[in-house]
C-alpha cells in the first residue's frame, strides 16, 4: 500500500510532469497558470487511493485521475467569471489576469483535455469510466446552477441546499471514489457503494467549508473569516439560522441581510453572534458529524483488512479535521 | 440507399424526439432554445451518409451524429458571446436574450450532452470515435482563439487564415465524415482518407460563405451582405486584397478598415470595388475550386459505386452550391 504522502507525492510529479504549454499560447497559458496554482488534489488522490483499496494498479488510474482534476479547475475557472471573483487560490483569476473571452475558451479546451485524460484508460472499462464523468460533469453544472439561483430566490430550503451541494461538490468527489473501483474492475455492488460513501464525504467536506468560514482560525484556514456573510452567500449556517430565528433575532437576521448602509465589520459580528446564539456551530458540527458517520459506516460495511484503509481515513482526516 | 431528403428527415426527426427540458429549467431552457434555433444540420447528415457510404447501419450512428450538431451548437453559444453577437438564425443569442453567466454554463452542459450522445455508441469503436471527438473539440477551440487573435494581429497571411479556417470549421467537417466510417468499422486508410476529403469540403464550404458574405443574393443568402466588411474581419477576400493591393489602392483599403469616420454604406461599396477591380471575386471563387476539386478528387479515389455517392454529391452541391 501507498502512503497518503506517497500519493501526494505521484500526483505532484503527474501534474509537473505534464506539459500544457501549446500553440496558440493565448489559449494555452491560461490553462498552464490555472494548473499551477496546485490546490490540495483531493480529487486525484481518492481516485488513486480508492483504486489500490480495491486492489487495482494504481498506474492506470493517474491519467483519469488527472483528468478529474483537470475537470474540477477547469468548474473553478468558469465559476469566477459567474461569481466574479477577483482571487482564486490567493492569485488573480484568469478572467481578472487576462479577459472573460480568454477564461471561457481556455476553459472550454481544459474541459476537453479533461475527457482526453478520462479517456486514457482501460477500454474495456472506457463505456463505464465515460458515463460516470459524463454524469458527473452533467450534475456539476446543476449545481452551479442552483448556486446561482439561490442569490435572488428568496426561500431557500435547508433540502435545497443539500441538493445543491450534492450536485456542486459532493458528486465530484464520489465520482473519484468511483472511478478508482471501476479502475480496479471492483464488483458493480462496491463501486456503487464507494460512491454513496463519497456523496457523504462530500456532503460534510462542503459543510465543514462553510462552518470554517464563520468559526475557522484564519491563520489555518487560508482563507479570510466571513467571506460567505460578506457577499450574502446563503450557506448552511445563514439558512439554519434563517430558519430558527424568531422575533427580535429574525429582524436582525434580516436586517443585517439585506440593509446595505451597516459596515462589514459590524455585519460580521452580528451575524456570528447571532450564531452562536442559536448554536449554529453546534449544530452544524453535528450535521457534519451526521455525515461522517454515515460515510464511516458505509466504509466499514466493506470490512477491508484494517491496515489498508489507514490512509483513507488520513486524507479524511485532512479534508474534515481541519480546525476540529 | 437514402435519400439526401430521408437524411434530413431522420435528424429532424431525431431531434424533434429529443426532449433536454430538465430541472433546473433556468440551465435547460437556453439549451431547448438553442437547439431549436435549426440550422441546416449538415454535420450530422454527413456523419450518417458516411455511414452509409461505407456499409454501416445508420441506426447506430444517429446519437453521435447529434452529438456532433450538439457539440457544434455550444461553440456557436459560446463564440457568441466571445463576439458579443446579438443575433443566431434570426434570434437573439443566448446571452442577450437571458445574461452571459446563463450562456457559459448552459453551453458547458451542451458540451456534456454533446459527449452523453457521442459515448452512445458501440463499445467497441468507443476509444477511436472518444479520440476523434477529443482531437476535434480541441481543434475547434485552437481555431476559435486563433480568429479573436486575428482580430488585434496586424499581419495576418493567408496560410495563417487557412489554418485558422481548418481548425475552426473544417476539422468537425471531416470529423464528422470520419465518425460515419468509424462507426461503420471501415478501415483506418478509408477513414483518414474521407477525413481530409472532409478537411477539403470544410475548407471550400468556409470560403464560399466569405465569398457570399461579400457577393451573395442576400435573398437567398439569409444574411445581410457586407456584414464580414461593416466588422472589419479578415476573411480570406480581405486577407487577398490587402496582400494584392498596392499605391492609392492599398490606401483606400486601409482608410477603410481604420478610419471609423467613413459611414457603414460608402465603406461597404469601397471595399467591394477594391475586391471587384482586384477581381478577388474570381480568386476566391478558383481557391473554392480547388479545394472543391481536391475533396472530389478524393472521394473519386474510393470507387464507391457511381449510384451510392449521388445523394453525398447532392449535399456538397447544398453546401458549396448556393449561389454559383
Given at each position: 500500500m501507498h502512503s497518503l504522502k506517497s500519493f501526494h507525492h505521484i500526483i505532484g510529479e503527474a501534474f509537473a510532469k505534464a506539459s500544457f504549454a501549446q500553440a496558440p499560447s493565448q489559449l494555452y497559458e491560461p490553462i498552464t497558470y490555472t494548473l499551477d496554482l496546485?490546490?490540495?488534489?483531493l480529487r486525484p488522490l481518492l481516485v488513486l487511493m480508492s483504486c489500490e483499496l480495491f486492489g487495482g494498479e494504481i498506474e492506470h488510474a493517474i491519467y483519469p485521475a488527472m483528468g478529474v482534476e483537470i475537470f474540477h479547475n477547469f468548474t473553478l475557472l468558469h465559476d469566477d467569471i459567474m461569481d466574479n471573483a477577483p482571487l482564486r487560490r490567493g492569485n488573480k483569476t484568469v478572467h481578472q489576469k487576462w479577459d472573460t473571452n480568454t477564461a471561457i475558451l481556455s476553459g472550454d479546451t481544459m474541459f476537453v483535455i479533461a475527457y482526453e485524460h478520462v479517456a486514457k484508460t482501460n477500454p474495456a472499462m472506457l463505456p463505464d469510466v465515460l458515463n460516470l464523468f459524463n454524469d458527473t460533469a452533467r450534475k456539476v453544472c446543476e449545481g452551479q446552477q442552483y448556486d446561482m439561483n439561490?442569490?435572488?430566490?428568496p426561500n431557500v430550503s435547508i433540502p435545497d441546499y443539500m441538493t445543491m451541494i450534492r450536485l456542486k461538490t459532493a458528486v465530484l468527489i464520489a465520482c473519484s471514489l468511483k472511478l478508482g473501483a471501476l479502475l480496479s474492475n471492483a464488483p458493480k455492488e462496491s463501486a456503487d457503494k464507494i460512491y454513496e460513501f463519497g456523496i457523504e464525504l462530500g456532503l460534510a467536506f462542503q459543510l465543514q467549508d462553510d462552518f470554517l468560514d464563520a468559526f475557522g482560525d484564519t491563520s489555518k484556514f487560508g482563507k479570510a473569516i466571513g467571506g460567505d456573510i460578506a457577499t450574502n452567500k446563503k450557506t448552511y449556517l445563514f439558512l439554519k439560522a434563517f430558519e430558527m430565528a424568531t422575533g427580535d433575532t429574525l429582524v436582525r437576521l434580516t436586517n443585517y441581510f439585506?440593509?446595505?448602509?451597516?459596515?462589514l465589520q459590524e455585519k460580521t459580528e452580528g451575524i456570528l453572534e447571532i450564531y452562536r446564539q442559536l448554536k449554529i456551530d453546534e449544530i452544524t458540527r453535528v450535521e457534519i458529524e451526521n455525515h461522517h458517520s454515515k460515510a464511516m459506516e458505509i466504509l466499514n460495511?466493506?470490512?477491508?483488512?484494517a491496515a489498508t484503509t489507514t490512509e483513507m481515513l488520513k486524507l479524511m482526516q485532512e479534508m474534515l479535521g481541519r480546525e476540529r
Open positions: 496546485g490546490g490540495k488534489r439561490f442569490e435572488t430566490q439585506f440593509d446595505k448602509e451597516i459596515g460495511s466493506f470490512q477491508f483488512p
